[in-house]
């Protein structure tokens, strides 16, 4: 980081050129997973710019995941996401999807009951005005890393005990021979708000996608209806397309 690199070049605002170098530092692993950042008031001195340009440079880059800052520590080299690539065209559970990639899953509970239908889950399940709905609100972790909120809801007649589940809610529907075995699923772009945002352990205002999936049994009964946000920095949603006859 020499103070004539920051002056010379493209023009722009320094803060902006600060950014860059910090970044390309740790792209190309000048500065690794865990390496404190030198003291702001040390880079503005070695950089000849002021506190200002530096501290905008790394709310940047804190914004951004590459940096993070730890109350009373300093700010510290963020440990880098590999993103999960995702096929489209399989009806697979998140349980599968991480047990395939050698990854253990947890989950951590915010809902699990019976209750009474919104009027959105009465017309999406196509439940009976006295049906009830089996809520399941998981926050999905894979090897320690939050990746998902999952909220599912089931008519009760085919999870009658949302209780039963305990890893797998595609395994205890599979019990109950009624596994969905065809889906329709819209994905679209969200910037993440707290408190998701700090559950997935990522700056409110992150890039999340929205994910809705209804899916069918052979029947063409809906037998789920779930409504997700994954990280957008974790996730790659991979489709083959081929030309059409
Ligand atoms: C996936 C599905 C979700 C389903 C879950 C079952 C997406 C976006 N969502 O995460 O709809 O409920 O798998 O997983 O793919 P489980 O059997 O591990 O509970």
Aim: charged share 25%; aromatic share 6%; proline share 6%.
């Amino acid at each position: 980081l020499s103070p004539e690199s920051l002056q010379s070049g493209v023009p722009g605002p320094l803060y902006v050129k600060l950014r860059q170098t910090l970044e390309e530092a740790i792209t190309s692993g000048k500065l690794n997973y865990g390496d404190a950042l030198p003291a702001e008031r040390d880079l503005a001195d070695h950089a000849h710019v002021s506190r200002v340009t530096v501290r905008k440079a790394v709310d940047d880059l804190v914004k951004d995941g590459l940096l993070v800052r730890r109350h009373g520590s300093g700010t510290f080299v963020a440990k880098p996401v590999s993103k999960v690539q995702q096929s489209l065209s399989r009806l697979t559970s998140f349980t599968e999807d991480m047990a395939r990639r050698g990854l253990t899953t947890r989950a951590e509970w915010l809902d699990r009951g019976l209750f009474h239908p919104s009027p959105d889950e009465m017309m999406m399940l196509g439940l009976p005005p006295d049906g009830l709905v089996a809520r399941l609100g998981r926050l999905r972790v894979a090897d320690d890393m939050p990746l998902a909120i999952e909220r599912a809801c089931i008519s009760s007649e085919f999870l009658p005990d949302p209780m039963q589940v305990q890893g797998s809610l595609y395994a205890a529907l599979e019990k109950h021979g009624c596994r969905p075995v065809r889906a329709v699923q819209r994905i679209s772009a969200y910037n993440m708000k707290d408190p998701d945002a700090a559950m997935l352990g990522v700056p409110a205002g992150s890039a999340g996608l929205s994910i809705e999936r209804v899916s069918y049994l052979r029947t063409g009964r809906v037998v789920e209806f779930t409504r997700s946000i994954y990280r957008g920095d974790a996730y790659d949603f991979v489709a083959e397309l081929t030309l059409s006859e």
